[in-house]
């Protein structure tokens, strides 16, 4: 099915672990993006990239790290997890940037014990 | 860097009635995008309407609107003849074309419809 999706959709893991997130589009489009969102916060930019193997802090990265190998794919790696890091997560992309709407995956609402 | 701002509080509006949600934007980039977003309680994005920085006529997209005033830095979106399914989240967002190519949203405006 074409379309953007992230695995998995819920997830529990204990403070320390070192947990991905996936994020997978059937589309080839150039620009993905990786976002928390928080009550109070709104979307808040944690990694993105505009091609495979170009990537780019956005607002909040510290604790995160991402890899871009194959333009479909966009994996967040949490290395180190805790509990600040409890958050829904979300991954977009876009091809056009400035004149095209980004796409969303549904989310992945992650929690840290 | 790209900022955007949405101060409103909570908003409850009456089904039929028109809305108006405030969106103030900041950035370097001459060339740039506005989007909104809705997110209902399921919590997908879902897009709604877009206007270019050169863009001269207002964007419309069925019952949706864009107030796009340039020299204020300000975009703010419309919804006519409200309906209960409006009832969400709304997120306006920027992205630059040169200077950065970050998609930064704001922190959102919640709206409820009321029959």
């Known amino acids: 099915d074409a379309g953007i999706t992230q695995s998995p959709r819920y997830k529990i893991t204990e403070t320390g672990r070192q947990v991905t997130l996936m994020c997978h589009q059937t589309?080839?489009?150039?620009?993905m993006f990786w976002y928390r969102q928080d009550l109070g916060h709104g979307l808040r930019l944690i990694y993105y990239?505009?091609?495979?193997?170009?990537?780019d802090k956005g607002e909040v990265p510290d604790g995160y790290v991402v890899s871009r190998s194959k333009t479909e794919n966009f994996p967040l790696t949490l290395e180190s997890a805790t509990r600040s890091q409890t958050s829904v997560y979300f991954c977009?992309?876009?091809?056009?940037?400035?004149?095209?709407?980004?796409?969303f995956g549904q989310g992945t609402r992650l929690t840290v014990v | 860097a790209q900022k955007i701002t949405q101060t409103q509080p909570g908003m409850f509006v009456q089904e039929k009635e028109a809305v108006t949600l405030d969106c103030t934007y900041d950035?370097?980039?001459?060339?740039?995008?506005l989007f909104w977003y809705k997110q209902p309680s399921s919590g997908e994005m879902i897009f709604l309407i877009y206007?270019?920085?050169?863009?001269?006529q207002n964007a419309t997209e069925g019952r949706y609107s864009l107030n796009f005033q340039k020299a204020r830095k300000s975009a703010n979106l419309v919804i006519s003849a409200s309906q209960l399914g409006d009832s969400a989240m709304y997120f306006c967002?920027?992205?630059?074309?040169?200077?950065?190519?970050?998609?930064?949203f704001g922190k959102g405006n919640q709206v409820v419809v009321i029959p």
């Open positions: 206007q270019g920085s050169y863009d001269e």
């Open positions: 950035t370097s980039d001459q060339s740039y995008g």
């Open positions: 589309w080839s489009h150039s620009y």
């Open positions: 990239s505009a091609a495979a193997d170009i990537t």
């Open positions: 967002a920027i992205v630059g074309v040169y200077g950065n190519n970050r998609l930064a």
């Open positions: 977009a992309s876009t091809q056009g940037l400035v004149d095209t709407e980004a796409f």
